[in-house]
């Protein structure tokens, strides 16, 4: 089955494999779809340069096209990519991060705030804002905050200890924080955390030849 171009330019949805967070949105034109099925790799069409655009040529990051599926209507695509770093030109990892309305069954919880999290620490990094407290961190760099780490740890092993479930849930909010900041200030992304885990996860039980931490869960 085809896209149906009969119309000239169709969206594209890139999304990304591991996560499923929404990248992205671009056009297509019917060359640009033959270019990504020749590549494999996300090719769109520039409505503001008029031409093909190879997403990633000039910034190195490119997105491997892992499938591609169409609307009911043909006229739209859904393309599930492992990317090579951002996705958006602001640096971002999704171009999608203005926030215009949420509504949850428990208005306290955001559902998804470790990305939002995460962004927020990318962004200062990328915008560093006076008296911020994640641009102190950065500034002193990994071995500030891998000391914070383990004064966070050791915090949270007291609260623990106290059975104080107030004060280790503030705790525990502290030591991911600082986990994020260092895997921003290292170059370690979630979704490297998240791909050791499920390969962990399907070795469980067999881990022969693994790590020794690698144990039946």
């Given at each position: 089955m085809k896209p149906d171009f009969s119309k000239g330019l169709i969206p594209a949805v890139i999304i990304d494999h591991e996560t499923k967070d929404v990248l992205m949105v671009a056009?297509?034109?019917?060359a640009s779809y033959q270019k990504?099925?020749?590549t494999n790799e996300t090719v769109f069409y520039s409505r503001s340069r008029q031409e093909l655009w190879h997403k990633g040529k000039t910034s190195g990051n490119t997105q491997r096209?892992?499938?591609i599926t169409l609307d009911c209507d043909q006229d739209t695509l859904l393309i599930?990519?492992?990317k090579n770093g951002p996705a958006c030109h602001t640096g971002r990892?999704?171009?999608?991060?203005h926030h215009v309305r949420e509504n949850h069954s428990d208005q306290?919880?955001?559902p998804n705030i470790f990305n939002t999290l995460i962004e927020e620490?990318?962004?200062?990094?990328?915008?560093p804002k006076d008296g911020s407290y994640t641009n102190y961190l950065f500034n002193k760099g990994v071995d500030k905050i891998s000391k914070k780490l383990i004064e966070e740890a050791g915090e949270v092993i007291i609260a623990a200890k106290n059975k104080d479930k107030e004060e280790l849930t503030l705790e525990i909010s502290d030591l991911i924080y600082h986990t994020f900041v260092l895997m921003e200030d290292t170059g370690v992304e979630l979704s490297d955390v998240k791909r050791e885990?499920?390969?962990?996860?399907?070795?469980k039980g067999n881990n022969k030849g693994d790590r020794k931490e690698i144990k039946e869960w």
């Open positions: 056009y297509m034109s019917e990504t099925l020749e096209v892992l499938s599930e990519v492992e990892e999704s171009c999608f991060f306290s919880i955001d620490i990318k962004e200062r990094k990328i915008e885990l499920t390969r962990r996860f399907a070795k």
